[in-house]
């Protein structure tokens, strides 16, 4: 028997992933041939809470509402054209094989399973490939500004782990961009009424009643008024958790609290040791900092990264000559070059930098260098299509990158891991959706670049507005659960029970310092190289500084007007508990994929080394009432189309 | 290389709530790294006043990478501070000198009320979007995103407007609070594509008028421009005056007809 099975005997609920029939191309239509249907005019008696308004939550709360659904729509922002989607440079993958280059949706599906390294979910990548040519059509139509040749035609370029060019961009906006135009279709339901939109109001609770989602508890951050919010079905489209490292290039917002909320009352997380570390972001430079900024990837087209060969090296960039320089990922991975994937590239450039390698004041940068580019494209091409990346990175790091090379260095960007969602995007607990980066379905352990705006678009343009009809068309006539139930009174007394709780400690130490030593912690032990040691250490410190926060912490203010201390501590301390589970996860998992490296499982070259027979499964846990004391559950995957393969890019 | 600036005098805004009267705080501090953002700065100095007690200096930010639009902030009496095109989040403290006094502010427009502190609220630029600020196409319907194609100038243009990132910078520099730039950009960004044609003059008709409910007039002082972080062209301004009269017109010539 092997541990898949073992575990998959042992699971304390029950995984359905409900994966439609037949082939694997044809499973998707099957499904929609075959799922309920609610008659247009029928549409309007359900409602629909969408919580997070970036690509996932704009596009579906639009798409709903054009339905007929009513939708309440919440983001803790200021206005829902804030969302971290806006921040996403380099673009979205689509397989229209305008480029002629032997693209197809097939093939956009083979390469996001393998660069998943195996551990995705074929049907749902297969049907994320096939929405891929639907999303590019309908940004178009809503006036979306794609980079164009010259004869007015979609201009396309490549990314990480494809070897085609089927990456459509908007200079270096693209993100900014798409969510533009997922904000104004959403706009527009707002302004005709079919969507409700509740800004700066922040998810603090979902709550169950008789085992279906029933709604959700809100604070409005300018009053700190809690309040109850029923419907018949509840999406989390609130991204990922890639800031519990602290320093990562997410917006400083972004938090794991609505998972985390819905993980508690019963939906199972998963793969949370699934963490995308970036390749190109801009090196740190001193302690204070906040933030780690990304350079797209969209560089590595044209940019070529080295390390001097010496590692006293003193000499600036352009001095040193071609004979002591290593461009390490041409000479290892000859096929994909400098555009091998994210994890395969950072791990490269975390050893440099460990050799003694690195460049910068600190030696921990590696160059991604523009003079090749510029000398056979010319100055003006490389800053019409990267001018804008270009400015950014003079204005933080103060140098000139057409003058001497980028400093880059490995940073948290992207979680794979998320909400444990069936084929149709629901979580375990019925009712309670999870789309885009808030779910797990279909990068597996790694995501290739261009594919988060494609799946957040996905998932709500393409997916979800057919899959929640056929959860609700049974439910016709049913109102909408009471918010003076019992279960939304005592969520909201918890809540508020919560935020004084925080206010009460009266300790020494500020939200921010806490945030900072636990991502330390989780960077150095569950950061791009894991070792049982390691992991074990971080376990018996997280909880250690996780007792010094409930005892320790100080939030200045009151809960009764906007205070972003307060605001800061319920979000740190879901980091704490979810740090827990990344850790338990990674220690738990004795294999590599992706980018969850453990040092133990590595090829003779210093690759992953997966363990197919025990580990090919989705490791799914349930809330067992303490963060340390998770249960572990697994859904098997199986693979019929692709088959299972060492991962190469040589 | 890093240096450190010393002897920084930050004179902040404090204002309890929209209804209350607000009041300048003095703060000093004694270095900090060239290398930090003027941000970066203020996240130190929070984190000593909850250390010694003290409420924190609300402000807005997220991404901190010039995209999302969230921060804000006058310094000393410039829309996100001294640095051309280049938003809050995104200024360096090497761009200051050792002894300087900072003056900081939030966005000061009656369309723009005081929420706390440095904090304001920006809701009415949504209300500009959700009039017209959109093209129809709901999901399902689109054809081929390769069947119009649009000629690269005209895609470039769009895109330089599109570029705007709602942070409101424009009408705060506005000596009477005007947010021409900010609506005339996305008039912009979708009356030139072949894909905005059909609402072409029911978009601006509407727009234009939401935008008069909440904000001053434009009487041309170009400041909007100059406080851009996008650098976005009084230019488009003019295309939606032009757009706006036709519109205008258009709907004379049918109610004369009806």
Same mark, same amino acid.
């Given at each position: 028997m092997t541990l898949t099975e073992q575990l998959f005997a042992q699971n304390t609920v029950q995984l359905n992933s409900k994966i439609p029939a037949g082939p694997m191309a044809d499973k998707w239509n099957n499904y929609k041939a075959d799922m309920k249907l609610v008659n247009p005019n029928n549409k309007r008696k359900f409602k629909v809470i969408v919580v997070g308004t970036g690509l996932a939550g704009a596009s579906a709360a639009a798409t709903l509402a054009e339905l007929g659904y009513q939708v309440d729509a919440f983001t803790f922002h200021d206005s829902a054209r804030r969302a971290h989607s806006i921040a996403a440079q380099g673009g979205i993958n689509g397989a229209k094989n305008y480029k002629g280059d032997g693209d197809s949706i097939h093939r956009l599906f083979y390469d996001t399973v393998k660069g998943g390294d195996f551990r995705a979910r074929e049907a749902n990548v297969h049907r994320l490939a096939e929405n891929s040519v639907d999303i590019i059509d309908q940004m178009v139509a809503q006036g979306v500004p794609f980079a164009r040749e010259y004869g007015g035609l979609l201009d396309n370029r490549s990314f990480g782990g494809a070897q085609v060019s089927r990456t459509f961009y908007a200079r270096g906006q693209t993100g900014q961009q798409l969510l533009l135009g997922a904000y104004q279709q959403f706009s527009r339901q707002v302004g005709l009424g079919g969507v409700r939109m509740f800004n700066r109001s922040e998810l603090i609770d979902i709550v169950v009643i008789d085992?279906?989602?029933?709604?959700?508890?809100?604070?409005?951050?300018?009053?700190?008024?809690?309040?109850?919010?029923?419907?018949?079905?509840?999406?989390?489209?609130?991204?990922?958790?890639?800031?519990?490292?602290?320093?990562?290039?997410?917006?400083?917002?972004?938090?794991?609290?609505?998972?985390?909320? %819905?993980?508690?009352?019963?939906?199972?997380?998963?793969?949370?040791?699934?963490?995308?570390?970036?390749?190109?972001?801009?090196?740190?430079?001193?302690?204070?900092?906040?933030?780690?900024?990304?350079?797209?990837?969209?560089?590595r087209n044209d940019g070529r990264v080295w390390v001097p060969t010496n590692p006293d090296e003193t000499r600036p960039a352009h001095l040193i000559p071609e004979n002591e320089r290593d461009y390490y990922l041409e000479r290892l991975y000859p096929s994909f070059g400098n555009l091998a994937p994210r994890d395969i590239s950072s791990r490269a450039a975390k050893r440099a930098v460990d050799k003694g390698l690195g460049v910068g004041a600190k030696k921990n940068g590696v160059y991604l260098d523009f003079s090749d580019a510029i000398n056979r494209l010319g100055r003006d091409v490389v800053e019409e299509r990267y001018g804008n990346l270009f400015e950014m990175y003079e204005r933080i790091a103060g140098?000139?990158?057409?003058?001497?090379?980028?400093?880059?260095?490995?940073?948290?960007?992207?979680?794979?891991?998320?909400?444990?969602?069936?084929?149709?995007?629901?979580?375990?607990?019925?009712?309670?959706?999870? %789309?885009?980066?808030?779910?797990?379905?279909?990068?597996? %352990?790694?995501?290739?670049?261009?594919?988060?705006?494609?799946?957040?678009?996905?998932?709500?343009?393409?997916?979800?507005?057919?899959?929640?009809?056929?959860?609700?068309?049974?439910?016709?006539?049913?109102?909408?659960?009471?918010?003076?139930?019992p279960e939304f009174k005592r969520a909201e007394q918890e809540a508020q029970q919560r935020f004084n709780g925080y206010l009460a400690v009266g300790g020494t130490k500020s939200p921010d310092f806490f945030h900072r030593e636990l991502g330390k912690i989780i960077w150095d032990y569950?950061?791009?190289?894991?070792?049982?040691?390691?992991?074990?250490?971080?376990?018996?410190?997280i909880p250690a500084l996780y007792e010094e926060f409930k005892k320790d912490l100080r939030v200045t203010g009151n809960g009764e007007s906007m205070n972003q201390t307060l605001e800061k501590a319920g979000r740190v301390d879901d980091f704490f508990q979810l740090g827990m589970l990344m850790c338990r996860d990674a220690l738990d998992r004795n294999e590599s994929c992706g980018g969850h490296f453990r040092a133990e499982y590595q090829t003779d070259d210093g690759e992953a080394l997966r363990d197919d027979e025990n580990y090919c499964h989705v490791s799914a846990y349930e809330w067992g009432g303490d963060p340390m004391k998770p249960r572990l559950n697994v859904e098997p995957l199986e693979f019929e189309e692709v088959h299972l393969a060492t991962r190469s890019y040589k | 290389m890093s240096n450190t600036i010393k002897n920084i005098t930050l004179k902040i805004w404090r204002q309890d709530g929209p209804a209350a009267k607000g009041h300048f705080e003095t703060h000093k501090i004694d270095e900090i790294t060239d290398e930090a953002s003027f941000l970066e700065m203020l996240d130190i100095l929070n984190d000593r006043l909850v250390t010694d007690g003290k409420e924190a200096v609300v402000f807005d930010h997220d991404c901190r990478e010039g995209i999302c639009g969230t921060c804000s902030l006058m310094i000393d009496g410039q829309a996100h501070g001294p640095q051309r095109g280049t938003a809050t989040c995104q200024l360096h403290m090497r761009k200051f000198n050792d002894g300087d006094s900072i003056t900081i502010e939030p966005w000061r427009a009656s369309a723009f009320p005081i929420i706390k502190d440095l904090m304001v609220d920006r809701s009415a630029f949504d209300r500009i979007i959700e009039s017209g600020g959109y093209i129809t196409a709901e999901t399902g319907g689109a054809p081929d995103a390769n069947l119009i194609p649009i000629p690269k100038p005209i895609a470039d243009a769009a895109m330089d407007s599109a570029e705007c990132i709602g942070c409101g910078a424009c009408v705060a520099a506005c000596p009477n609070g005007a947010a021409n730039l900010f609506t005339a950009a996305k008039v912009a960004h979708l009356n030139r594509l072949p894909q905005g044609q059909a609402e072409r003059y029911s978009r601006v008709e509407s727009m234009v008028e939401t935008m008069d409910d909440y904000f001053g007039s434009c009487t041309n002082h170009g400041e909007c421009e100059a406080a851009c972080p996008k650098e976005i062209s009084i230019d488009v301004i003019a295309l939606m005056h032009k757009d706006y009269r036709k519109a205008k017109f258009s709907n004379r010539k049918d109610l004369a007809r009806s």
């Open positions: 085992g279906r989602a029933a709604g959700i508890v809100v604070r409005d951050l300018v009053t700190g008024e809690l309040t109850s919010h029923s419907a018949h079905a509840v999406v989390l489209a609130t991204g990922g958790y890639g800031n519990a490292f602290f320093l990562s290039t997410n917006a400083m917002a972004c938090n794991v609290t609505a998972a985390w909320r %819905a993980h508690r009352k019963g939906a199972l997380f998963a793969n949370p040791c699934y963490t995308q570390i970036h390749p190109t972001c801009i090196p740190q430079s001193d302690d204070s900092q906040s933030k780690l900024t990304l350079m797209s990837e969209s560089l140098e000139n990158p057409y003058e001497q090379p980028m400093r880059i260095y490995p940073a948290s960007h992207y979680t794979m891991g998320g909400l444990w969602v069936d084929y149709e995007l629901m979580t375990n607990v019925p009712g309670l959706y999870a %789309a885009g980066e808030a779910n797990f379905s279909d990068h597996g %352990a790694n995501r290739l670049g261009a594919s988060a705006l494609m799946q957040g678009l996905s998932d709500g343009y393409f997916v979800l507005p057919y899959t929640i009809g056929n959860y609700l068309a049974p439910m016709l006539n049913q109102p909408t659960p009471d918010t003076n139930h569950c950061g791009m190289e894991r070792t049982e040691q390691g992991l074990e250490k971080a376990l018996s410190e | -």
